[in-house]
């Protein structure tokens, strides 16, 4: 059972900044309030698009700066803590921070309380990452609140998203409530006009030219002609054009010699005032360019008031005024606009009858009528949740998504795996590396063993070719090649060496073929004397090659004893570096970070030293501390990384270090059965499926690819080599442990 009454709290802008969707936030959440009544808890929390804040009514209690994330998160607590039943959250792509207004997803993520989205756009041909935004919130939100069927169908057409989870909604009006619009024309002293009205913020593409152009033949028809422009400049077009716009308006009006005819009211207007406008005027018209608008306060407004309308046949309108409820032209057809208005300025009793046909229909779209229904939407949000709160014991847990090698499969040549992708396609000017290409052949071996892949089968012998090409004669490797085939350098990386020494150990262990055992094994000794020279990341990836070979040959003492060696190595970095408040290997937390307790987990699996056990317990603690963040993954960013005495740099996060935390999860639950570990194990994937800090994932289930990173505007469009990699070999652990989804 829910709590009564009801308590909801509104996201988006609000009045009195100067935006159609803060009036729409502000009216919504005022009809609300009144239909609850006074014991209810109804307030707004407003998006600033200024450092300084606008003179907000009191019932918003909560601000965000648009561009600062951290505010985000601080709402979404701040809602969480309010005692709220149900969040609703306003959406148009520019009203939020970062790329396409992503940031909203770290809010609507966050939050503990159901969440009814309202989407006043919805894009035909949204680019990739504005189709993300819109799915990643359909997934979270409880409904998705649209005003047009158009809308209702493009969700499920475009979007994927189900039928149930839509509902459609009218844009609220005023209550209009006389059609006479005599006292109101004598206010605005234009009694005995024809009136046109236009009314809205002021931009080019409302097409108000369209309008200008029509009236030079109707005025010397119709002398009494007026027509009214009313609004302000859209504050983000005068901010970056000035009154451009306007201004060739007015010259188009002494061009044209209409001055007598046109009025520009370059006023933000109250309600009160723009209601009497809407009564004054005979035709009210939106002339916009742009067909694909899916909703039109403005116009909304005019049908409630019972105004003639004619309009461009953008979308909205033509589903608003079908059946006859006005007149349509063509975008920018000035000649089309003139019959329209010469056919109701010339019959009277036409025009008439289309206002009262328009106002019957209005009067189901005021706020009192619209109120209810979001209200009843509100009700029913906030018990189903309730009732699934009391049956689920358990918190609802990601699922996996099945393993697929599309996108490898994209980038690979007969060379190998293509380091870099231009969005999803392989960008061939970057050549080749051992790094992703080594990767690649452990996930492929690991594939076949565990899945019995057959396209994994397959890519094992172009990815262990490019592998055994790179190493030098000595038993070092390359790294990088350019597309021609031509190395870039003659001895690659520690972590590159100990990348490929990993996926050696790995292919001994688990050969998809006794013959690629043996060329393993070859290799594998070849580079065995260079393993205790490599730095830190590097002998800890040697380490689980070490590991993994022997599991294969138990009995080869000389590799257990290296091993030994290179564990002790790490244990001595550790205690010069650690302290009380610093447990780990270095001074600087930086990339691939749950590698070093993954190699000691798996060291004490094989050798039993409880020193190993400890410290591999000790750093991983150490990392979750650092890592984890109200229930989700936030891995230290690429920018600064996180430095000992100083902040932890948010971004650019990496793949990589996701799947390294599932991997030192999955070693610690081997060792020591905790199925704690399990339960992090599946907190670190979730990273990649949208448990993160921008609230989006990261994994294509179009392209099955991976983004190669999470940025501070939002996901990165590419999806790369190591990336996409790096989430298989993660989904492959994930599949190892959990046969049986929602074990644990």
């Not at 909560?62 to 959250?89: E, G, H, P, W």
């Not at 231009?422 to 992703?436: A, M, N, Q, S």
């Not at 020279?533 to 257990?560: F, P, V």
């Not at 408040?581 to 970070?593: A, K, L, Q, S, T």
């Amino acid at each position: 059972m829910i709590k009564s009454p009801l308590h909801v709290a509104f996201v988006g802008n609000y009045s009195p900044r100067i935006c159609g969707i803060a009036t729409f936030t502000t009216d919504l959440c005022e009809a609300t309030a009144k239909q609850l009544g006074p014991h209810a808890n109804v307030y707004a929390v407003a998006v600033n698009d200024t450092e300084q804040e606008y003179a907000y009514p009191p019932q918003v209690e909560f601000t965000i700066q648009k561009n600062r994330q951290s505010d985000y998160y601080k709402a979404a607590n701040f809602i969480n803590a309010s005692n709220a039943d149900v969040a609703c959250v306003q959406h148009e792509y520019g009203i939020y921070g970062g790329w396409d207004g992503i940031y909203i997803l770290s809010l609507v993520s966050s939050l503990s309380v159901p969440v009814v989205v309202v989407l006043h756009t919805v894009l035909k041909n949204p680019t990739p990452n504005q189709k993300k935004i819109i799915q990643e919130m359909a997934q979270r939100a409880s409904r998705l609140v649209v005003m047009s069927e158009l809308a209702v169908s493009l969700l499920q057409e475009v979007y994927a998203v189900p039928a149930e989870k839509v509902r459609m909604i009218f844009h609220g009006t005023p209550d209009f409530s006389t059609l006479d619009n005599r006292r109101y024309k004598k206010r605005f002293q234009v009694e005995g006009n024809q009136t046109l009205l236009t009314f809205g913020l002021l931009s080019p593409n409302k097409g108000i030219e369209t309008v200008i152009k029509a009236l030079p033949g109707l005025v010397r028809e119709f002398p009494k002609l007026i027509y009214v422009v009313l609004g302000k400049t859209h504050p983000n077009v005068r901010k970056e054009y000035g009154e451009q716009y306007r201004a060739s308006l007015v010259a188009l009006v002494d061009k044209l010699g209409l001055q007598e005819h046109v009025i520009f009211d370059d006023r933000f207007v109250s309600l009160e005032e723009l209601c009497a406008w809407l009564m004054a005027a005979d035709i009210y018209i939106t002339p916009y360019l742009n067909e694909a608008q899916i909703v039109s306060g403005t116009l909304s407004y005019a049908v409630g008031a019972g105004t003639a309308i004619i309009s461009t046949p953008y979308w909205y309108a033509k589903e608003l005024l079908a059946e006859g409820r006005g007149l349509l032209f063509g975008f920018a057809d000035s000649a089309a606009l003139a019959v329209s208005l010469r056919e109701l300025l010339a019959d009277k009793a036409k025009l008439e009858a289309l206002r009262a046909k328009t106002h019957r229909f209005g009067r189901q779209m005021r706020w009192e009528v619209v109120a209810a229904e979001y209200l009843e939407l509100f009700q029913h949000t906030a018990a189903v949740t309730a009732k699934r709160s009391m049956v689920l014991r358990t918190p609802v847990l990601l699922r996996e998504p099945p393993f697929d090698l599309a996108h490898l499969k994209r980038l690979t040549d007969d060379t190998g795996l293509i380091q870099h992708a231009k969005y999803i396609v392989p960008d061939r000017h970057t050549g080749y590396c051992l790094d992703d290409n080594s990767r690649a052949l452990m996930l492929c071996a690991g594939a076949y063993s565990l899945l019995r892949d057959e396209d994994a089968k397959k890519l094992i012998s172009t990815y262990f070719s490019f592998t055994h090409f790179t190493q030098n004669p000595d038993g070092r490797f390359r790294n990088f090649m350019d597309y021609q085939r031509r190395f870039l350098d003659e001895t690659g990386s520690d972590d590159s060496f100990g990348r490929a020494f990993w996926a050696l150990g790995y292919i001994i262990w688990r050969p998809p073929r006794d013959a690629y055992r043996s060329l393993a094994f070859e290799c594998f000794q070849k580079a065995l004397p260079h393993v205790r020279g490599l730095n830190l990341r590097g002998k800890a990836l040697a380490m689980l090659g070490l590991a993994a070979y022997l599991r294969c040959y138990q009995g080869d003492e000389s590799i257990a004893a290296l091993l030994r060696e290179c564990a002790d190595s790490l244990l001595a970095l550790y205690k010069e570096v650690a302290s009380d408040d610093w447990r780990w290997f270095e001074d600087i937390v930086c990339y691939d970070n749950g590698i070093m307790p993954m190699a000691l987990f798996q060291t004490y699996a094989l050798l039993r030293k409880e020193k190993y056990l400890q410290a591999a317990r000790d750093t991983l603690e150490f990392l979750e501390g650092n890592l984890i963040r109200d229930g989700r993954l936030s891995i230290i960013g690429s920018n600064g990384w996180y430095k000992r005495g100083g902040s932890r740099a948010q971004y650019d996060q990496q793949p990589i270090d996701a799947t390294a935390m599932v991997l030192a999860y999955q070693s610690a639950y081997w060792v020591t059965q905790d199925k704690e570990y399990l339960k992090k194990m599946r907190l670190a994937f979730g990273w990649f499926l949208g448990e993160n800090d921008m609230g989006m994932s990261l994994y294509d289930h179009e392209t099955k690819g991976c983004a190669d990173g999470l940025l501070a505007e939002g996901v990165s469009l590419n999806q790369g080599g190591e990336s996409t990699v790096s989430f298989l070999m993660a989904l492959l652990a994930m599949i190892e442990e959990y046969e049986i989804p929602g074990e644990v």
